[in-house]
């Protein structure tokens, strides 16, 4: 079953207060005409408004515009997707973390478990900041590391909302939008107010999916000029000639065993051997998936790769992927 087939999931975070719950309840009253599943971090944590739900003595809620699906997470997140599988097809699944989550273990659900990867495809990681208050938090240096989880939440997404950009001035978001760029190079930035934003720039994206992404964007890999974050940085890196399959598992293998925990996502479009087609690379922290995608075409060939996480150093992850070129060079 190729990623078109499988049910898209899209996993919203961000800090308490960013917005969540109100972008929830905003695609649920829309008028999609889908069955959607919304799973809760935290039952409790952030409510489903309540106006929204039939009845609410059930796992599964039937929600009041007659086709969506409102699921508590009650279960492990594993044994939802599974129980979901077994009732009524879905047509997507939106996966809303509670504020102080960490949402690689989620991501992470979608490659480790056979099951889940079979039938679903996790289509984007949407983070949202809360403009009139993330400056403090990402400014903030105390014991709890709310600091350090605002930014860990900005560099982990394929998608940074805005929100609550009403409540500050134009120059203040163009400033934020140059900050956030700092932390992650890689993700697309929208602004919205009070969470209403076009679904089409979050929902059906394929933006965790980079064989659709390199479609839709050829040079979203290449870093522009942009001061990082001293905590996470976003290292770009380019390499003209094919590399060795072979010695690029491997040295990928080395690379998540040493540094997984500071290694947040890798996401590359690489030229392999000989192979006729690009090849697809996708990393959390210790986990990577190495796949071919779409032929390389009249496309000029060579691999570029974007690596984000704590306390990178561009130089020796330069030096380990061009070590695995292919002894064999166009």
Same mark, same amino acid.
């Given at each position: 079953?190729?990623?078109?087939?499988?049910?898209?999931?899209?996993?919203?975070?961000?800090?308490?207060?960013? +917005?969540?719950?109100?972008?929830?309840?905003? *695609?649920?009253?829309?008028?999609?005409?889908? $069955? *959607?599943?919304?799973?809760?971090?935290?039952?409790?944590?952030?409510?489903?408004?309540?106006?929204?739900?039939?009845?609410?003595?059930?796992?599964?809620?039937?929600?009041?515009?007659?086709?969506?699906?409102?699921?508590?997470?009650?279960?492990?997140?594993?044994?939802?997707?599974?129980?979901?599988?077994? $009732?009524?097809?879905?047509?997507?699944?939106?996966?809303?973390?509670?504020?102080?989550?960490?949402?690689?273990?989620?991501?992470?659900?979608?490659?480790?478990?056979?099951?889940?990867?079979?039938?679903?495809?996790?289509?984007?990681?949407?983070?949202?900041?809360?403009?009139?208050?993330?400056?403090?938090?990402?400014?903030?240096?105390?014991?709890?590391?709310?600091?350090?989880?605002?930014?860990?939440? *900005?560099?982990?997404?394929?998608?940074?909302?805005?929100?609550?950009?009403?409540?500050?001035?134009?120059?203040?978001?163009?400033?934020?939008?140059?900050?956030?760029?700092?932390?992650?190079?890689?993700?697309?930035?929208?602004?919205?107010?009070?969470?209403?934003?076009?679904?089409?720039?979050?929902?059906?994206?394929?933006?965790?999916?980079?064989?659709?992404?390199?479609?839709?964007?050829? +040079?979203?890999?290449?870093?522009?000029?942009?001061?990082?974050?001293?905590?996470?940085?976003?290292?770009?890196?380019?390499?003209?000639?094919?590399?060795?399959?072979?010695?690029?598992?491997?040295?990928?293998?080395?690379?998540?065993?040493?540094?997984?925990?500071?290694?947040?996502?890798?996401?590359?479009?690489?030229?392999?051997?000989?192979?006729?087609?690009?090849?697809?690379?996708?990393?959390?922290?210790?986990?990577?998936?190495? $796949?071919?995608?779409?032929?390389?075409?009249?496309?000029?060939?060579?691999?570029?790769?974007?690596?984000? +996480?704590?306390?990178?150093?561009?130089?020796?992850?330069?030096?380990?992927?061009?070590?695995?070129?292919?002894? @064999?060079? @166009?």
């Amino acid at each position: 079953m190729n990623n078109s087939e499988k049910i898209p999931v899209t996993v919203l975070t961000g800090f308490l207060g960013a +917005g969540k719950t109100t972008l929830v309840n905003h *695609i649920l009253t829309a008028h999609h005409g889908q $069955r *959607i599943a919304v799973i809760e971090n935290e039952y409790g944590d952030i409510p489903i408004d309540n106006a929204l739900v039939v009845q609410a003595d059930e796992e599964i809620f039937e929600m009041s515009n007659g086709c969506c699906l409102c699921c508590t997470a009650r279960t492990d997140l594993i044994e939802i997707l599974r129980s979901l599988l077994q $009732r009524n097809r879905v047509d997507r699944v939106l996966i809303e973390t509670s504020g102080m989550a960490d949402p690689n273990p989620i991501a992470q659900t979608f490659f480790v478990d056979d099951e889940i990867s079979a039938h679903y495809a996790l289509d984007a990681i949407v983070t949202l900041v809360d403009a009139k208050h993330v400056g403090t938090h990402l400014e903030a240096s105390t014991d709890d590391g709310v600091g350090h989880q605002v930014i860990d939440q *900005i560099a982990f997404a394929d998608r940074i909302v805005i929100n609550k950009v009403d409540l500050v001035d134009d120059e203040y978001v163009r400033a934020l939008e140059l900050r956030l760029r700092a932390i992650n190079a890689a993700a697309e930035i929208i602004t919205s107010s009070h969470a209403d934003v076009d679904l089409t720039t979050i929902l059906g994206i394929g933006a965790f999916d980079l064989s659709h992404t390199m479609a839709i964007n050829p +040079g979203w890999l290449e870093e522009g000029e942009h001061h990082h974050d001293p905590d996470v940085t976003a290292v770009s890196v380019e390499f003209e000639g094919a590399l060795d399959q072979a010695a690029l598992e491997k040295w990928l293998a080395e690379l998540v065993e040493q540094r997984g925990d500071d290694l947040y996502r890798v996401k590359g479009i690489l030229e392999i051997d000989d192979h006729p087609r690009r090849f697809v690379l996708q990393g959390i922290h210790r986990i990577f998936e190495l $796949r071919a995608a779409s032929v390389w075409g009249s496309d000029p060939r060579n691999s570029k790769a974007v690596f984000i +996480g704590r306390h990178l150093d561009g130089d020796e992850l330069a030096r380990g992927l061009r070590s695995c070129a292919a002894t @064999r060079r @166009r």
